[in-house]
């Protein structure tokens, strides 16, 4: 028995045998094509988000729902939420992935943003909804 | 070893013995060039903006829900605190947007020469510091 700290290898399997299979999960490709393609989306729709912001500095409720009543830009900001809420989670997920290594908090701490990011969408999306229609 | 991933880090020396092989030098041996500025702060821009959209939802579910309920989320942004926040989130998004579309160059396999990536660091950091300027100058000026 190698003592505690010292290199040793406790199996059977050969180390090319371990290691056998660890490529890929098969399931990046789709990741980051969903977030560049959200991204390339995001590009003009942030840049009109901000103006739209800037124009509403000071508004009224009144304001923000006839702003919004307008077809487009009731278009534009679902688009804009579905968007953002989808790239976020998704680089939110590589953040963790790639800080926290302890298996239970890394899948809590996914489930909890994943979760959030789920339950602001939905919440963006009945407000600009409501105030829209 | 108790990982398969173990596995690669463990090899025989030319006397049959067992060693651990060597570790590459981790991030705090480097020196901090401005390619490593800009790729972390694209991450921390990126988890910042993320924090930002509680301050957007805030905002629009005031919006639809009550006049009391907007007065409160107006007043907060109009605060010390509240402008400063919104500040803190236009540099944030400027930032993560330039360094974004040159992740999509690269994307595109463009722009991975040293020379091209030295400008590019510099422009992403003056685009996100200028429009920021201008925003945050348009915005002082519209309240």
């Known amino acids: ?133 | 070893m108790r990982d398969a991933r173990d596995a690669l880090m463990v090899a025989r020396n030319t006397d049959g013995k067992l060693v651990g092989r060597p570790l590459s030098p981790h991030l705090q041996v480097y020196r901090w060039p401005l390619a490593m500025a800009v790729s972390i702060l694209h991450r921390i821009s990126g988890c910042a903006l993320g924090v930002g959209t509680l301050l957007m939802t805030w905002w629009l579910v005031a919006a639809a829900t009550s006049d009391s309920a907007f007065a409160a989320i107006q007043w907060f942004l109009s605060s010390w605190l509240g402008v400063l926040c919104l500040c803190g989130w236009t540099l944030a998004l400027f930032q993560h947007l330039f360094s974004g579309i040159r992740h999509l160059a690269w994307a595109a396999i463009y722009g991975f020469e040293k020379p091209e990536y030295r400008v590019t660091n510099l422009a992403v950091f003056a685009a996100s510091a200028a429009c920021t300027l201008v925003v945050v100058v348009v915005g002082l000026v519209a309240w």
């Open chain 1, 1 to 133: 028995m190698a003592r505690p700290g010292e290199p040793h290898i406790d199996t059977m399997r050969s180390p090319l045998g371990q290691a056998r299979g660890l490529g890929s999960a098969r399931a990046g490709s789709g990741h980051w094509w969903a977030q560049n393609l959200t991204a390339i989306a995001l590009v003009p729709l942030s840049l009109w988000f901000v103006c739209g912001m800037i124009r509403m500095i000071g508004a009224s409720r009144q304001d923000v729902a006839h702003w919004l009543s307008g077809p487009v830009a009731l278009m534009l900001m679902l688009v804009l939420i579905v968007a953002t809420f989808h790239h976020l989670q998704l680089g939110v997920q590589v953040v963790i992935e790639d800080y926290i290594h302890q298996p239970a908090l890394r899948l809590w701490s996914l489930l909890l943003m994943k979760g959030a990011s789920v339950v602001l969408a939905v919440l963006c999306i009945v407000a600009v909804l409501r105030l829209g229609l």
